[in-house]
């Protein structure tokens, strides 16, 4: 009586490849996790530039001059709640004064220095 060789994939060989498939799976789903947040952050930081830039527009448009100190002002753009630090100084030319506009997330902790999604300095000139 001959024998007949069977072909095919044992149980064990089975298992192991599911398992590599399964590690496999894993390490994609953590990259792709991984960078949604990534995404999800820069997106945060494209809009808080905008909000800055928007506000030192307002303050040209406006042509006034800066009144000194700090100001806090809550600004929101595309469902995102941003908090807007302005921080208006004297500069060595008395014509001239530096504003400094930092953009936080709305629950950001502004006392232990958490650095700013978006920070942008301007000069703006006394009005004639």
Known sequence: MTRIRQRGVTLLELLV???IFA???GALLKVLGEQ???VETLEQRYFAQLVAHNHL???RLQ?????LGQRNQKRSLAGLDLRLVE???ETDDPALRRVA???YSADADLSN???PLAEIQAFMGATP
Not at 63 to 67: D, E, G, I, N
Request: charged letters at 20%; zero cysteines; aromatic letters at 8%.
């Open 57 to 59: 527009a307002e303050l």
């Open 113 to 115: 220095e958490s650095p």
């Open 17 to 19: 490849a599911l398992f």
């Open 87 to 89: 921080d208006v100084t």
């Open 63 to 67: 042509q006034t001059w800066p009144a």
């Open 101 to 103: 506009t930092r953009v």
């Open 36 to 38: 949604a947040r990534i």
């Open 23 to 25: 590690v496999a799976v």
